[in-house]
């Protein structure tokens, strides 16, 4: 393989997991973060935030020299031909993406180049943000050094961001030149994965897409577990039976309490406002948005139908963080549901295994337990938000005698109704 001297600027979830990767791959790869403290945490060989194996990544590229950390822009510029730009890209008041990160790192690049660069759209931008990118690097290029864009969105999920990297179903690379394409061919040599070379608006549309098409999937099956509920079906078997048609495909058609994570709400806002600006009212995006909004709702009903009132009444929750093995709360659809539940009057008490610390940050008017059985204890009903491995196994004859009212609502659909219904349980999940 062709070793290449790679600058990624932001050390975020999708930076330093693409950084690490692309050193663990044989690259030479310099981090860059302007906080200072958090390249402090990273050269201690400790990861600000919880995603399985990259400590084990990060440690080991440290160790063997290929995984630099720094936090001048400059100092990565000068070391490196491949600059990839994965810095924030937050949703703004108005929904769509705050761009200013990625044009001070466009403008920082273009005074520090000296010799030829591509400049990398690793952040979800946009389409067209690429032409920004060129137009600003041209603008502070003040010695006129030859460089070319690319866009080469992320795929990674949450909780296996690793692998996503490093076994991908595709990696998508947007290039407007065949020295880019060349170049950027010998970054991803190593990945085993079709490499699907397009050029930088349709890779930038490829991302958003994709993304808005995974989030219709799972507000497609919510809807129908509305339906399911109403009609007496099992969403289950629904999803099991359209799966089976290879046009459909089983995954994400799992109903539950609706989408969350730092990805689909915020692109599917961002996507929506991008369309408009280019003149199309996206209305099938606003709908997908809407029934997700409208699960949650629905959960907090189903949990005040069974109580008559929820002023006043002690609720129990397990999970926060908006799916498993994360840490990350980020658009959590338990940030709305408890929110819903307080503001009722009621009381809450939660446990999540990895996400408290960053939940504390949010949720700051409930009690946080060390354990699920200490959230059941004198509850007058149960909510499952979050398909942690763990609550799958709790003992539920123990998790009944402490429970108040044995009342488990769960908004994943981890328990069998008919087991629950045979131990006594009054228990609603989603569709069945
Ligand atoms: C997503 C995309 O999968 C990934 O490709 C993109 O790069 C980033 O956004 P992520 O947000 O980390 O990844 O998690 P994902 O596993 O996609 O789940 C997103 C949300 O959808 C979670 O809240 C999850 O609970 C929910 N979900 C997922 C469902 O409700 N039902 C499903 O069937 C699948």
Redesign the pocket.
Known sequence: MKTINIGMIGTGYVGLTSGACLAHIGHNVICVDNDEAKIKTLLRGEIPFYEPKLDQIVKENVQNGRLKFTTKISEAVKASTVLFIAVGTPPKETGEPDLSYVENVAKEIGEAMTDYKIIVEKSTVPVKTGEWVHETITRYNKRNIPFDVASNP??????SAVGDFLEPDRVVVGVESEKAKQIMLDVYAPINGPVLVTDIKSAELIKHA??AF?STK?SF?NAISIICELSGASVEKVAEGMGLDKRIGPS???A?V????F??PKDIMAFIRIAYELGYDYRLLKEVERINEEQKDRFVKKIEGLLWNLREKQIGVLGLA??PNTDDMRFA?SIDIIAKLTAAGAKVKAYDPHSMDNAKKIITNIEYCNDPYEVVKDCDALAIITEWEEFKKLDLTKIKSLLKLPIVVDGRNIYDPKTMEQMGFIYRSIGR
């Open positions: 992320e795929f990674l999920r949450e909780g994709s993304n995974l799972i099956i994400f058609l799992q539950g609706g989408y969350g994570g990805c689909f908006f799916k659809p």
